[in-house]
């Protein structure tokens, strides 16, 4: 359930783009403006705006969850030996990110291709562990590494942070998947 909440999370930008490519409603700024009634706003562009907001919506909430769940208990802390910065895996779900507004959505044939490519690559970001390359995060000021510590079984592991961490620092944890951990330095 956190790797798919995280998932959604990662897709804010995404969501974000997609209104702005298909939410279609006229302006008036007309002293006779009407209301064009909610028939005529709920057009398939429309339902995928709505659609879009209500992920982002969704994905704000996860945030907030996960925010909580590091203010709570984490497991004991461990030493860092070895560390690596992977802040550039967000770039890479950027790009796929991107690449998805090309789509026509303004078809049923478009909407169906879209939930596809959504159900895909989340089981792809979820099987593979990816979900932490999320763009998101570095939008919210999170760092990715890639660390060893002083017990083997965190060795090679994936730790999400706000923190900046270096050989020698401690770090509380919280597991999320198999090998990937929300952290905090202590």
Same mark, same amino acid.
């Given at each position: 359930?956190?790797?798919?909440?995280? !998932?959604?999370?990662?897709?804010?930008?995404?969501?974000?783009?997609?209104?702005?490519?298909?939410?279609?409603?006229?302006?008036?700024?007309?002293?006779?403006?009407?209301?064009?009634?909610?028939?005529?706003?709920?057009?398939?562009?429309?339902?995928?705006?709505?659609?879009?907001?209500l992920l982002i919506v969704m994905g704000m909430i996860f945030y907030y969850q !996960?925010?909580?769940?590091?203010?709570?208990?984490?497991?004991?802390? #461990?030493?860092?030996?070895?560390?690596e910065n992977i802040n550039y895996e967000y770039f890479a779900l950027l790009m /796929?990110?991107?690449?998805?507004?090309?789509?026509?959505?303004? /078809?049923?044939?478009?909407? #169906?291709?879209?939930?596809?490519?959504?159900?895909?690559?989340?089981?792809?970001?979820?099987?593979?562990?990816?979900?932490?390359?999320?763009?998101?995060?570095?939008?919210?000021? !999170?760092?990715?590494?890639?660390?060893?510590?002083?017990?083997?079984?965190?060795?090679?592991?994936?730790?999400?942070?706000?923190?900046?961490?270096?050989?020698g620092d401690k770090v509380k944890y919280l597991k999320i998947s198999e090998k #990937?951990?929300?952290?905090?330095?202590?």
């Amino acid at each position: 359930m956190k790797e798919l909440k995280l !998932f959604i999370m990662s897709f804010w930008i995404f969501f974000l783009l997609l209104i702005v490519v298909t939410i279609d409603f006229p302006i008036c700024i007309e002293d006779q403006c009407k209301f064009i009634g909610f028939k005529n706003l709920l057009t398939i562009n429309n339902i995928i705006a709505f659609g879009s907001i209500l992920l982002i919506v969704m994905g704000m909430i996860f945030y907030y969850q !996960f925010l909580n769940g590091l203010k709570g208990d984490l497991d004991l802390p #461990v030493k860092i030996e070895k560390i690596e910065n992977i802040n550039y895996e967000y770039f890479a779900l950027l790009m /796929t990110i991107i690449s998805l507004i090309a789509f026509d959505f303004t /078809t049923i044939r478009g909407l #169906v291709l879209l939930i596809v490519l959504l159900i895909i690559l989340g089981a792809i970001f979820m099987k593979t562990n990816l979900f932490y390359s999320n763009p998101s995060f570095a939008l919210l000021g !999170f760092h990715i590494y890639k660390a060893d510590t002083n017990n083997e079984s965190l060795d090679n592991s994936i730790f999400i942070t706000k923190d900046k961490i270096q050989i020698g620092d401690k770090v509380k944890y919280l597991k999320i998947s198999e090998k #990937v951990y929300f952290t905090k330095k202590v």
